[in-house]
C-alpha cells in the first residue's frame, strides 16, 4: 500500500482538536467548464447515483455532461455573488462563526470547512489539519438529515482518505442532529423573523431535497427525519396540520423519487386558490442553487403565472446567531472526554480580545 506523505511524528507534541464542517460543493465558477469538472465528480459518486456504472458512465460522459454543463452554468451565474459561491460563502463565514462562539464557550478547537465535491476538498483539508498537529478530528457534515446519498458520502470521503494514512487520529463522526432542538430553534427562530417582516402566509411549504424512492424502500431513513423535523418545527410555531406541508425538490431522471413533489404541489396550490405561500428548505444549511435558483425563481415565476398572487423564500440558516450557536451547542456535546477546555489565563484573554472585536465593529459601524 502507497500511503500519503504525512509530518513525522514527534514525542510530547501537544496535540490538538478539530471540527470540520462538511458540505456539499460548488463550482468554482459559474462556467461551463467549471460545472462540468464539478458534476462528473458529483456524479459520479457510486452514494448518489447506484445505476450500473458501465450504464451509467455512458448516459453522465455523453448524454449530462456535454448539454447540462452550459444550462446548469446559467443558472449558477444568476445566483453567484461577488464573494462567489453562496454555499461556499456561507459555510466558510459559518466556520469562522463557529470557532468565536467554541472559544467564548471556553473551547480551544481548530475550526476548519471543506467540501465533498470540489474545493476546498475535504481530503485536502483533512491534510492540513494533519500537518497542524491535529489528532482529535470530528466531522459535522452540513446535512441535518442522514442519507446515505450525502451524509453517508462524506463518512466514505474520510474513510477513504485514511485508508491512506499511517497514522490516524482519533475520529468522531456526527450523523445527525434533524431534531436537535436547537436545530429546531434556530429554524423557528428564522421563521418568525420573516413572519415578522413579511406577516403570514396561506400555506408554509417545507421543501427537502428529494432522493429516489427505492432508498427509502432499502432502508435509508432520510424520508423520516424529514418528517420529524417539520413535525416538530410545526410543533414549535403552533402550526395546525393544514397550515403546512412537506414537499421534496430536484427530481432528476425519470425513477419515482420521494412524494410530493414540490414544483407540482405549488402550482397545484395557486390553482386552488392558496393566493401567498411561505417555502423554506429545512434541510440545507446554507442558501445555494437548490434554494435561491430552484425555488427563489423558478418555483416562484412557475407558482405565480399558475394563479398564486405571492411567493417568499425564507432564507436558509445561513450565519444566523440562532444557528451558530446550535452548531457549538452540537459540537459541544461530541466534545465531551476530549481535552479542549482553555486554561483560566486562556480564557480570559480570548474574552478580552472579544471585547476588543466587538469594540471595534461598534466603532467601525458607527463611523459608516
Not at 436545530?183 to 421563521?191: P, R
Request: glycine share 6%; net charge positive; with cysteine.
Amino acid at each position: 500500500m502507497t500511503f500519503r506523505k504525512e509530518p513525522p511524528f514527534t514525542h510530547g507534541a501537544t496535540l490538538k482538536t478539530a471540527v470540520v464542517l462538511v458540505n456539499l460543493g460548488t463550482p468554482d465558477a459559474p462556467t461551463a467548464s467549471a460545472v462540468r469538472r464539478y458534476l462528473k465528480q458529483f456524479l459520479s459518486d457510486t452514494r448518489v447515483v447506484e445505476i450500473p456504472r458501465i450504464i451509467w458512465w455512458c448516459i453522465l460522459h455523453w448524454i449530462i455532461l456535454p448539454f447540462r454543463s452550459s444550462k446548469s452554468a446559467q443558472k449558477y451565474a444568476s445566483i453567484w455573488t461577488n464573494e462567489g459561491s453562496p454555499l461556499k460563502v456561507n459555510t466558510e463565514k459559518q466556520s469562522m462563526l463557529l470557532r468565536g462562539y467554541l472559544g467564548q464557550r471556553g473551547h480551544k478547537v481548530e475550526v476548519a470547512y471543506g467540501m465533498r465535491y470540489g474545493n476546498p476538498s475535504l481530503s485536502s483539508v483533512l491534510d492540513k489539519l494533519k500537518v497542524d498537529g491535529c489528532d482529535r478530528i470530528l466531522i459535522l457534515p452540513a446535512y441535518p438529515q442522514y442519507s446515505a446519498t450525502t451524509t453517508a458520502s462524506i463518512f466514505d470521503a474520510v474513510f477513504s482518505h485514511y485508508a491512506q494514512i499511517r497514522n490516524i487520529p482519533e475520529l468522531r463522526l456526527v450523523k445527525n442532529y434533524h431534531d436537535h432542538e436547537a436545530y429546531i430553534q434556530a429554524l423557528k427562530e428564522s421563521v418568525l423573523a420573516h413572519w415578522e417582516m413579511n406577516g403570514l402566509p396561506d400555506k408554509l411549504v417545507m421543501s427537502f431535497h428529494g432522493v429516489p424512492k427505492r432508498t427509502l424502500l432499502l432502508g435509508d431513513p432520510y424520508h423520516c427525519e424529514c418528517y420529524k423535523t417539520a413535525r416538530l418545527l410545526a410543533h414549535a410555531l403552533d402550526l395546525s396540520q393544514d397550515q403546512y406541508m412537506v414537499t421534496f425538490q430536484s427530481r432528476f431522471g425519470k425513477a419515482e423519487w420521494l412524494q410530493p413533489y414540490t414544483a407540482p404541489t405549488l402550482e397545484k396550490l395557486a390553482k386552488q386558490g392558496i393566493g401567498r405561500v411561505d417555502v423554506m428548505c429545512p434541510g440545507f444549511t446554507s442558501d445555494c442553487l437548490e434554494t435561491l435558483e430552484e425555488i427563489g425563481i423558478e418555483a416562484k415565476a412557475d407558482f405565480l403565472k399558475a394563479g398564486g398572487k405571492e411567493f417568499y423564500l425564507i432564507p436558509c440558516l445561513n450565519q444566523s446567531p440562532a444557528w451558530i450557536n446550535a452548531l457549538a451547542m452540537l459540537v459541544e456535546e461530541q466534545l465531551i472526554g476530549w481535552p479542549t477546555r482553555l486554561s483560566v489565563s486562556e480564557l480570559a484573554e480570548q474574552k478580552a480580545q472579544a471585547v476588543v472585536q466587538k469594540n471595534e465593529a461598534i466603532r467601525i459601524g458607527a463611523v459608516s
